[in-house]
Structure formats: structure tokens, C-alpha cells
């Protein structure tokens, strides 16, 4: 697991990395008549401190390229240390990587905004005027790519979703629907963000209407066929483990005969947790990352294509509004609309930070983001060495690992097997953690129902505590210690009841086990 998860974090730092450094760098060239984002009249466009403060940029900017590049990989080193300390670190890596790319893009737009006004630089002509060009407004929500591609797309992926919600399961694989939902919540996302392009994309960039028409027509076709690719390789993935999934248990509860409709949709066997299906896993995670690609592969030739047919544009229009982006980020109260396109990130949108909608979103945005991180770390951190501790009293059995435990008061316990290793059942973590070292928390089962786990991977033997209301697994990294819990346990009950009816040790296939208590 450990090597996969290098693999794909390693392949991520680098596509991430990439799409940054063609995102923000793309407005160095002068395009549009804007430098950094910023209107500067072309006969000043290589003016020596113009070309200076592009040239300081460029320079910072691959500065943080390649110390991100260097450390990210580093980084991706420590997943065969710790996964738990690797994803606390992967998290501050990218919150740290985050601001300090938009603060350096937004202080050269700035200075860059500084020099404009310092000397002058305004245009009257161009100043706050906004041009509307009949002919493209006419084909407003027209696009040879229609957005009804993605109904298809949401309703295929529903239907895979239905098993996991109505089939008669012992056990509903709680990550299964979570991850149904967060398919259908991204295509969803897709096909309001394709409507979206299609009614808004109509900039006027030119005298020329033909072109006008041409441009914006490119632009929607291409930022629809990423919202489809992206839509449609998303749903790819899900389907596939979806239906690996469901293959899986069917298959093992009906190993006898074949598989029927009525087994998918009454299915008796357990769901196994995705994480126990690690192959499907690493395939769910390769196809969603071809869904990145497919995503900004189209944007980023949309980009491409329109500065070619700019280039060629003899009757420009520009619209100097720097005033709104001089901060860097788009704040104009006169303009009604929430969604602007984002001038210092190529091919992105941005919020107008004047209206309340944006403010509402964006705050309630960074509170959830806030949220998330504090929440992770507070999960995560326990455990780090995680360590199981058990407490024997003479009534009852304490035990506990990173942030939960279990008190068992003997006079509850129904049975206790001594097992070589854990049974032979499709255990789903619901709330816990779960690693090549350790089992930590709840799960579920369909042969034992609701479990708490602390048990160490590859420690044997386990102790199985049935009570009236749950089971527990566990053991210690000591096979002498787990003996001697188990020991503790029947003796402690023995001198109570002067019975060992309910207690009994158990092997499961036969394994070797030469220390078996008598």
C-alpha cells in the first residue's frame, strides 16, 4: 500500500506542480494588453522596469516551483515511515504551497498595478467602458457540446448506487455510499458549471464580430469537454469499483451458483470496506486522476487556441477596469455577477468580491476548510504510534487505543475464544482506523454485527469477547500477554461463578500454536 500511495502522490505533486506553473505563468507574456494582469499601453510594454518586475516574477515564481517540487517528493518518502504523519504533513505541504504561489502572483500584480498609476499609464478610451456585441449575445446557451450528455452520465452512476442503499445487507458499506454520493455530486458540479459556460462565455475581445464568435465558440466547446471528460471519467470510476465491489461479495456468499439480479439487489453478504479491496482502490484512483488530466487538458488548450486567434486580431478592444483587481482579487459593486472570469489565473473563474453572495460563500467556505483540517488533525494525531492498553479490575476489562476504548464488565460476557487470527469475515471499519500495523476502532460484520477492534496486524493470537450487545477483538504485540489477558479474564470470572462453561479456545485452521494455555 505503501509503495501505490508513493506512486500516486508522487504523480500528483508533479501534475499539480505543472498546471500552477502554466496557470499563473501564462500572464507574463503580454496578452490582451495586460502584463501580470494588468493593462499597460504597448509602448510601454518593454519599458525596463516593466520588464524588470515580469522578469522578478518569473524568478520567485520558479523559485517556488522548484522548492515544491524538491520538498514534494521528499515528503512523499516519509509514506513509508508513517502514513498517518505523512498525510498531516501532505496537508500543511499543500496549505503552505497554496499561499505562497497566490502571494507571490498577487504582490507582482500589484507592484506591477503600483507602477501603472505611478506613471500614468491610463487610457481614457478604455477606461471602465464594457462592450457588447449583439451577435454573441444572441447565442447564449448554444454550444456544439450540449450539457443534457451529463443527465445520462448522473443516472448511471445512481444505479450503481442503488444496491448499497436498498439491498438487504448485515452491513451497508458506508464508505461505498459516500463515495456513490461524491460521483454524483461531481457530475452534478460538471453539468452546472458546462450551463454555466454556455450562457456566460460572450466577451467582446474585438471589433471583429466573426471573431468575437469564433472565440467564444471555442471557448465553450472545449471548457464543455472538459466538464464532460471530467464528468464522465469520474463516473467511470465509480461504476468500476461499484461493481468490482459488488462482484466481490455476491461472489463470495453465493460461491455455489451463479449470480442473479436478485442477488444484486438483495444481496446477504457483507460489503467489504474499499480499503480492503486494494487492487479496485489504486484502479479508482488512476482512473480519477486521468479524470484531472481530462479535466485541464481541454483548458489548457482552449487557452492556447484563443491567444493564437488573438494574436491575429487587428481591432482590439481593451477595457481597463484595473482598479477592481488592483488587491488582486475582483471587487467591483457595480457588477451584478458573482462569477467573474479570473484575469491573473488563465482559464479560471473567480468571485466578485463585492457582492454578498461571494462573501457568504467564500466565508463559509474557509470555515469548512478550517473545519476539515482542525478535525483531521485531531483524528489523525492519536494515532500516530498508535498503542493498544488494557486494564484488568476485578469486575471488568478497560481497553483503549488512540481515541477509543471499551469497558467490559465480566458479568456481560456471553463467550471468549482464544483465535490464532482474526475470523475468516468481511470486517467494515465505520469509525476507526485501519493500516497494514493495526485495526483500531468500530466496525461492522455480517457474521458478529457491530465489533470493536484494537488488534495489531500481525500479533497473534486475538481474544474475541462476546457480550449482549457487541463484540470485541483484541491482543497485544506480546503473545505471552495477550495469554496472560486471557488467563486473567477466565480466572477473574472462574473465582465468581466457579463455572468455565462460556469460555472456550478456539484455533481457527488448525494453526500452530505451542503456547496454548491449559
Partial sequence: MSIALFIIFLFMNFFILLIMKFVYTSNYSYTEGMLLGVH????????????????????????????????????CFVVFWDIIIFVLAYTIWMIAFCFLITYANNSAHRKMYALKMKNDWIIPAQKRKRYIDTNVSALIGNSEISFNYHGII?????????PFVIGKSAVI?????????????????????????NRHERTVYSSDTQLNQTVNRTMKIYKGLAMLILSATNAVAWVYIAIDTLIHCISSANKS????????????????????????????????????????????????????????DTQPLYVDDDEYWKTGYYYNPSDPHVLVQNRLQSGNYTFNYATRSAKI????TYILITACIVWTIGVLVPFINVRIDTQLDSDRLIVSAAIYSSEVYFDDIEEVQLLNELPDDDFVRTN?????????????????????????????????????DEVIFLNTRDSDDTYSIFESIHSCDNAKTGTMDK??????????CSDTPA
Fill in 40 to 75: 499597460i499601453p504597448k509602448e510601454h510594454s518593454e519599458d525596463e522596469t516593466v520588464l524588470n518586475i515580469v522578469a522578478a516574477a518569473r524568478r520567485k515564481m520558479n523559485r517556488i516551483i522548484w522548492i515544491n517540487l524538491i520538498l514534494g517528493t521528499a515528503l
Fill in 154 to 162: 448522473i443516472l448511471v452512476e445512481l444505479i450503481c448506487l442503488l
Fill in 173 to 197: 458499506s458506508t464508505t461505498m455510499i459516500i463515495m456513490g454520493l461524491c460521483s454524483v455530486l461531481m457530475s452534478l458540479t460538471s453539468m452546472i458549471l458546462h450551463i454555466y459556460v
Fill in 257 to 312: 451458483r451463479q449470480i442473479s439480479l436478485s442477488d444484486i439487489l438483495n444481496f446477504k453478504g457483507a460489503i467489504v470496506d474499499v480499503s480492503l479491496c486494494s487492487s479496485a482502490l489504486y484502479v479508482y484512483i488512476f482512473i480519477q486522476t486521468l479524470a484531472a488530466i481530462g479535466l485541464f487538458a481541454p483548458l489548457l488548450m482552449a487557452q492556447s487556441r484563443k491567444r493564437e486567434l488573438l494574436a491575429a
Fill in 361 to 364: 460563500f467564500t466565508g463559509l
Fill in 432 to 468: 476507526g482506523g485501519a493500516t497494514d500495523e493495526y485495526l483500531i476502532g468500530h466496525f461492522k460484520s455480517s457474521t458478529y454485527g457491530k465489533c470493536e477492534m484494537y488488534v495489531y496486524a500481525d500479533s497473534y493470537p486475538i481474544i474475541m469477547i462476546k457480550t449482549r
Fill in 503 to 512: 469460555y472456550a479456545i478456539i484455533f481457527l485452521r488448525n494453526a500452530p
